[in-house]
């Protein structure tokens, strides 16, 4: 069964950095393309940043180009999302995600909060 | 303002068949792009409804069926049932941005 477990989040100040964890498990994760997806409270989903399988290539939402760094470790079956400049447009519930042949995103996890707030 | 247009809301009575669009552009669903759907019950992570335009993963009842033509893409859910009131959510590749792009959501109400 295919799990991803993130982890990370939390209150913190405008401006201030965070790094996000995303733990796969019941897959082989160096087959697949990862995504971060975010979601503000009541509102609708935002696509973050991808990466590839290898790593050699990655996105990201013009929102956060410059400020988020995405990444991958296919040793410990992890994904990462670091998060600097932080504002509080960036407060959302986090979601890491599965990436399908096709681009779909097939799995996603439950989530892991960031709140930015002085 | 999404790049992909969906309406807000739709509903419709228990039995019926309701039909949600995704409005997009030559960038992304008009450029060949796939277009998939998820469903996010309240509280709840999203869930893969379709993909490829027209594919269900495996556990997605058949009352669930997507379409795509030219800058357009339908969910079309028939023989609708209480447990379908959810939000749903397209999602495409967009070359001009050279990202993924989701649509706005619709709500779904079962009346």
């Known amino acids: 069964e295919v799990q991803l477990v993130e982890s990370g989040g939390g209150l913190v100040q405008p401006g201030r950095s965070l790094r996000l964890s995303c733990a796969a498990s019941?897959?082989?994760?160096?087959?697949?393309?990862m995504h971060w997806v975010r979601q503000a409270p009541g509102k609708g989903l935002e696509w973050v940043s991808g990466?590839?399988?290898?790593?050699?290539?990655?996105g990201y939402a013009d929102s956060v180009k410059g400020r988020f760094t995405i990444s991958r470790d296919n040793a410990k079956n992890s994904l990462y999302l670091q998060m600097n400049s932080l504002r509080a447009e960036d407060t959302a519930l986090y979601y890491c995600?599965?990436?399908?042949?096709?681009?779909?995103?097939?799995?996603w996890g439950q989530g892991t909060l960031v709140t930015v707030s002085s | 303002q999404s790049v992909l247009t969906q309406p807000p809301s739709v509903s419709g009575a228990p039995g019926q068949r309701v039909t949600i669009s995704c409005t997009g552009s030559?960038?992304?669903?008009?450029?060949?792009?796939?277009v998939h759907w998820y469903q996010q019950l309240p509280g709840t992570a999203p869930k893969l409804l379709i993909y490829?335009?027209?594919n269900r993963p495996s556990g997605v009842p058949d009352r669930f069926s997507g379409s795509k033509s030219g800058t357009s893409a339908s969910l079309a859910i028939s023989g609708l049932q209480a447990e379908d009131e959810a939000d749903y959510y397209c999602?495409?590749?967009?070359?001009?941005?050279?990202?993924?792009?989701f649509g706005g959501g619709t709500k779904l109400t079962v009346l």
């Open positions: 030559s960038s992304n669903i008009g450029a060949g792009y796939d």
């Open positions: 995600a599965k990436s399908g042949r096709r681009g779909e995103l097939q799995n």
């Open positions: 490829g335009n027209s």
């Open positions: 019941g897959f082989t994760f160096d087959d697949y393309a």
């Open positions: 990466i590839s399988w290898n790593s050699g290539s990655i």
């Open positions: 999602q495409s590749y967009d070359s001009s941005l050279s990202g993924s792009v």
